[in-house]
């Protein structure tokens, strides 16, 4: 119930005290096709050789997004001192500063790096790394077509109750991030190791393809007795014990060298935050929904060929045998754009249009990015969704 009335209670701020007409969700396929988008809502491309020292890693992406970034750490200090006030924040963010060689490296030397080049207290970065561990919400897809081939795809949502802007009709936080969102190609000997979507400054990793390996996508897992928070609070008081879910992924991308070995380090490593990881490897039915809580794999929910609707799995922030909530349920008319869709239909323009069939593209989604394993492919599309539009 509590959590009904947040929803309830932010759609009608947003919305100006008023609630919007009932909305319905409306799905594309079949009716036009929207991929490619528009040359101007595609993604830079970026390199981060690791072979660089860690602190220079990120000098190019820093250098060229420093202007971004610094909003973006405005918006997420405006958001925290709106609920712990002003003093309270300012002395989180001098911790934050001394707790930086606290992280695990070479992560707090990288986000030593970013705080050098573009001149923003070392605490604000930590805060902005932070940050984008516990507030994202999202749809993810991994899909088998008719010949075996794999596909991954996912819409990032971003920004729930981070602030209206009445004139644009879009969250503030949401309009901020659009503008950080770069493709990562992470090299080691002059080779790709994988490639991935970041924000710009953002060293963790939400979704990544190993070439001719495996896909990962992270999702939020909403827990309130024992949510990411309780991770962070750990964390603050000195308890290193789990891993940032987002660094996992992205220690699982550099270092995991096949879709099993994906799954179990990700299926067993203690995290700081609830999470769904979903995985797509590179044969056919390989592919995963990994139910996380911080301590325990709680379920895992595979592909199923043999399924008339088992070509596919489909994840949004709620667990998989569970009703979703039902003023967020993204879920049901994803599943119902997917079979429309069919299998024979399986592709990038496919999935595409089904991520921009509403409700799965809303107001709070940034991007949806588009995976291939078997040629590595990745690529990113900035989203926004035009009204009349449903606010999440």
Not at 57 to 72: F, P, V
Not at 90 to 96: H, P, Q, V
Request: hydrophobic share 40%; glycine share 8%; with cysteine.
């Amino acid at each position: 119930m509590k959590i009904i009335l947040i929803f309830a209670a932010a759609i009608t701020v947003a919305y100006g005290g008023s609630l919007p007409a009932p909305f319905t969700e409306h799905c594309i396929v079949g009716e036009k096709n929207l991929y490619p988008p528009p040359e101007n809502t595609t993604v830079p491309l970026f390199v981060v050789d690791l072979d660089k020292a860690p602190v220079d890693r990120w000098t190019e992406i820093a250098t060229k997004y420093s202007a971004q970034i610094n909003d973006l750490v405005q918006g997420a200090k405006d958001f925290v001192a709106a609920f712990l006030g002003q003093k309270l924040v300012d002395k989180l963010i001098s911790e934050l500063g001394n707790l930086d060689d606290k992280l695990p490296q070479p992560y707090a030397d990288e986000i030593r790096g970013i705080a050098n080049v573009t001149g923003i207290p070392l605490g604000e970065i930590v805060l902005y790394n932070i940050f984008y561990e516990v507030f994202t919400v999202c749809t993810s897809i991994v899909a088998e077509d008719e010949q075996g081939k794999l596909y991954h795809a996912r819409n990032l949502d971003f920004g729930l109750f981070l602030g209206w802007n009445e004139k644009t009709h879009d969250w503030a936080i949401t309009e901020r991030l659009r503008k950080t969102i770069v493709n990562v190609d992470w090299k080691k000997n002059g080779k790709t190791v994988f490639k991935s979507v970041n924000f710009a400054g953002f060293v963790g990793v939400y979704n990544g393809v190993r070439p001719q390996r495996f896909t990962v996508t992270a999702n939020e897992r909403f827990d309130l007795k024992n949510g990411g928070y309780i991770g962070i609070i750990k964390w603050l008081l000195g308890d290193r014990s789990a891993s940032w879910m987002t660094l996992l992924v992205r220690e699982v991308m550099e270092n995991a060298d096949s879709y099993d070995a994906a799954v179990q380090q990700l299926s067993n490593t203690r995290l700081m935050a609830p999470v769904y990881y979903i995985v797509g490897g590179n044969s056919s039915g390989q592919g995963a929904i990994v139910v996380r809580s911080r301590t325990d794999t709680l379920d895992v929910v595979t592909l199923n060929t043999s399924d008339p609707n088992g070509w596919y799995i489909l994840e949004t922030n709620y667990d998989p045998k569970k009703k979703p909530l039902f003023i967020d349920d993204r879920r049901t008319p994803g599943n119902a754009c997917m079979q429309k869709l069919t299998r024979q239909n399986v592709g990038f323009a496919g999935i595409f249009n089904v991520l921009s069939s509403t409700t799965n593209l809303n107001k709070l989604t940034a991007y949806t990015t588009l995976m291939q394993v078997d040629t590595g492919t990745l690529e990113t599309y900035i989203q926004k969704c035009e009204d009349p539009c449903w606010a999440f």
